[in-house]
C-alpha cells in the first residue's frame, strides 16, 4: 500500500516518518510539509496513493476544501485527518468532505497505525494495490559467474522478444557496471539520485534511468562507493514497491554479499536466480548458498539455478553436478566466449548483434518460458537436448 504524509511541522512529519517505517508491512511511503500552511495535494500521486495523512490543529476551511474537491475527483486516497478537540459539527463537515478517519493531535503512533489498519481491512483499499510486475533477481554463487551479463540479456530479450517493459536495477554498490553490458555510453544520472527522495514515484524513477531499448530501462549503481553510503533497506523496499507499479518485470543484480539490503531484495522477489559455472569451486559455493536460503526460509519454488559457460569440453556431467548441489539445474547456457566478450566490450545486448547463435536462443527461451510468450527459437531445442537426453 502506498501512504502519504502532508504534516504542519518538521517534528510531527518525523513522527508520522517513524512510525510507519516501525510497521511491519511492505508499503512505500511519501513524506511532505505544508507549504505556507497550505495542502497543495497535487505534489503527491493521488492515483497510487491509497491513504493519505494531514494534520491541523484547527480544522481550515482551506483544508476542507482541498480534500473535498481530492475525494471527488479521485477514489483514492483514503484521508486521515489528525486535529485536535474537533466538535460535532466539525466532524461532520470532516466526513462531508471526505475524511475516512479523524485522529487526535498530538500524532501519537498507536492511534495513527489503528486507523490505517483500518482502512487496509477496507476492501476498495486492498483491491486498489495491485503491483503490475514480478522482481526477478540474480546472484553469483561466486564471484565472475556471469550473473550480471546473463541478467542483462534476459531483460533485453524480455522487452524486445516479449513486449514487457523492464527495468534493470543495479545494485553493485561498490564496482557495479552493468551500464558496460547494455549501452554504449552512460547516462549521468545513478541510483543515488533518486533513492531517498521523499516523493518517489515512477516519474522520478524514469528521470534516472538510462534507455537500452523502447522498453529497457537501467538504473545505474552509483558511480562511487561514497555515494553509497546511506542507502538503506527500506529506500530499496520502497524503490521496488514503486518499479513494479510501472514495469512488467524489475531485475535486479545482486552483489554476492548477503547483507541487509539484499536480503530485503530477495525477500520481495518472485524469483531467485543463481548463476554458476561447471567447475569444482563454483559447485561448492551454490551449495553453500542454497543451505542459506534455506535457513533464511526462502522457498524452493522461488530459487532456480544457471549453469553458465557450458560446452562439450566439460568433464563433470549435468546429473553429477546436479547431484552435488542436491537441487535440478533450471537453465544451461552455453559457452560462447567470443560473442560474449564482444557484446560486453562493445556494450551492445547479444541479442542485438548476434540474434541467432545458440547463446542469444537461450535467452529467448528463457524469457518466453517465464512470460509464457512463445518465441521462435531457432535449433534451441536440439541444443538442449544435447545435456539433458
Known amino acids: ?21 516501525k510497521n511491519l508491512h511492505e508499503d512505500q511511503f511519501v513524506f511532505l510539509e505544508r507549504r505556507n500552511d497550505e495542502l497543495d495535494i497535487d505534489r503527491i500521486d493521488l492515483f497510487s496513493t491509497n491513504v493519505l495523512i494531514v494534520d491541523a490543529e484547527t480544522i481550515s476551511k482551506a483544508d476542507l476544501k482541498v480534500i473535498s474537491s481530492c475525494t471527488k475527483e479521485h477514489s483514492n486516497p483514503a484521508i486521515i485527518y489528525a486535529t485536535k478537540n474537533a466538535q460535532d459539527g466539525q466532524l461532520i463537515e470532516l466526513m462531508r468532505a471526505g475524511v475516512m478517519e479523524v485522529i487526535s493531535y498530538p500524532i501519537t503512533s498507536g492511534e495513527l497505525l489503528e486507523a490505517i489498519e483500518r ?17 526477478l533477481s540474480f546472484i553469483s554463487a561466486k564471484g565472475g559467474a556471469g550473473a550480471t551479463f546473463i541478467a542483462g540479456n534476459l531483460g ?13 536495477v543495479d545494485l553493485h554498490m561498490q564496482f557495479g557496471d552493468a551500464a558496460f553490458y547494455l549501452v554504449e555510453t552512460a547516462g549521468p544520472r545513478t541510483l543515488t539520485d533518486v533513492i531517498s527522495q521523499t516523493g518517489l ?61 539484499t ?106 518460458e517465464i512470460t509464457e510468450v512463445e518465441i521462435e527459437v531457432k535449433d534451441h531445442a536440439s541444443w538442449m537436448q544435447k545435456w539433458f537426453k
Not at 502506498?2 to 518538521?10: D, E, F, L, R
Not at 547431484?323 to 560474449?340: G, H, M, R, T, Y
Open 119 to 135: 482502512l487496509r481491512l477496507r476492501r476498495y483499499i486492498a483491491s486498489t494495490y495491485r503491483p503490475r510486475g514480478k522482481i
Open 201 to 261: 514515484d515512477s516519474t522520478v524513477i524514469a528521470s534516472a534511468t538510462t534507455q537500452v531499448t523502447d522498453n529497457y530501462f537501467l538504473l545505474q549503481a552509483p558511480d562511487s562507493p561514497d555515494k553509497a553510503v546511506g542507502i538503506k533497506p527500506q529506500h530499496i523496499d520502497n524503490l521496488l514497491t514503486v518499479a513494479i507499479q510501472d514495469y512488467d518485470y524489475v531485475i535486479v543484480d545482486l552483489p554476492r554479499e548477503i547483507e541487509a539490503i
Open 1 to 21: 500500500m502506498k501512504i502519504g504524509a502532508i504534516a504542519s511541522a518538521p517534528e510531527v512529519l518525523g513522527l508520522i516518518k517513524e512510525a510507519l517505517e
Open 156 to 168: 533485453y530479450s524480455l522487452a524486445v522478444d516479449c513486449k514487457e517493459k523492464v527495468l534493470f
Open 263 to 368: 536480503m530485503k531484495v530477495l525477500d520481495r522477489s518472485d524469483k531467485i536466480y543463481i548463476v554458476f559455472q561447471p567447475v569444482i569451486s563454483y559447485l561448492r559455493a551454490v551449495t553453500k548458498v542454497l543451505n542459506l536460503f534455506n535457513l533464511l526460509g526462502y522457498e524452493s519454488r522461488k530459487i532456480e539455478t544457471i549453469l553458465n559457460r557450458m560446452d562439450r569440453g566439460v568433464a563433470i556431467s549435468l546429473e553429477k553436478m546436479e547431484d552435488a548441489i542436491q537441487k535440478s539445474i533450471d537453465w544451461v547456457f552455453p559457452n560462447d566466449f567470443v560473442n560474449a566478450t564482444e557484446s560486453v566490450n562493445t556494450g551492445i545486448p547479444l541479442e542485438k548483434m548476434r540474434p541467432h547463435i545458440p547463446l542469444s536462443n537461450a535467452f529467448k527461451a528463457m524469457a518466453g
